[in-house]
């Protein structure tokens, strides 16, 4: 597991795990699916990612560091394809921003 800088780096999520029973299998399977990508739990990264779902569960994510510019992050979004999405890395922006691609 990643504990990435908040820093205003870039990332496309792939992918998030929420259900405790299955956090384990669902990271395995989509870090396998996307290699090189790494994962992080979001409660102990960056306040820029939402830290809980609505139930209080954590949130696993599988990412890749995109860049510093908003077209960096969608080139990685769009290479990605599927449900991913952008985000920064930082303290500052608020969780339920996503970056728009």
Same mark, same amino acid.
């Given at each position: 597991?990643? /504990?990435? !800088?908040? $820093?205003? &780096?870039?990332?496309? /999520?792939? %992918?998030?795990? &929420? @259900?405790? +029973?299955? =956090?384990a299998q669902e990271i395995a399977? #989509?870090?396998?699916? @996307? /290699?090189?990508?790494? %994962?992080? !739990?979001?409660? @102990?990264?960056? *306040?820029?990612? !939402?830290? #809980?779902?609505?139930?209080? @569960?954590?949130? =696993? *994510?599988? %990412? !890749?560091?995109?860049?510093?510019?908003? #077209?960096?992050?969608?080139?990685? /979004?769009?290479? *990605?394809?599927? +449900?991913? %999405?952008?985000?920064?890395?930082?303290? &500052? &922006? $608020?969780?339920?921003?996503?970056?728009?691609?």
């Amino acid at each position: 597991m990643s /504990v990435p !800088r908040c $820093d205003g &780096t870039g990332i496309a /999520v792939l %992918y998030s795990a &929420t @259900n405790p +029973a299955t =956090y384990a299998q669902e990271i395995a399977s #989509q870090l396998a699916s @996307n /290699v090189g990508s790494l %994962y992080l !739990r979001t409660d @102990n990264a960056c *306040a820029s990612l !939402r830290q #809980q779902t609505a139930d209080g @569960n954590a949130i =696993y *994510a599988v %990412y !890749r560091t995109a860049g510093s510019t908003e #077209q960096s992050v969608c080139a990685a /979004v769009d290479a *990605a394809g599927g +449900a991913s %999405y952008g985000k920064w890395l930082d303290s &500052t &922006t $608020d969780p339920s921003y996503i970056i728009p691609c």
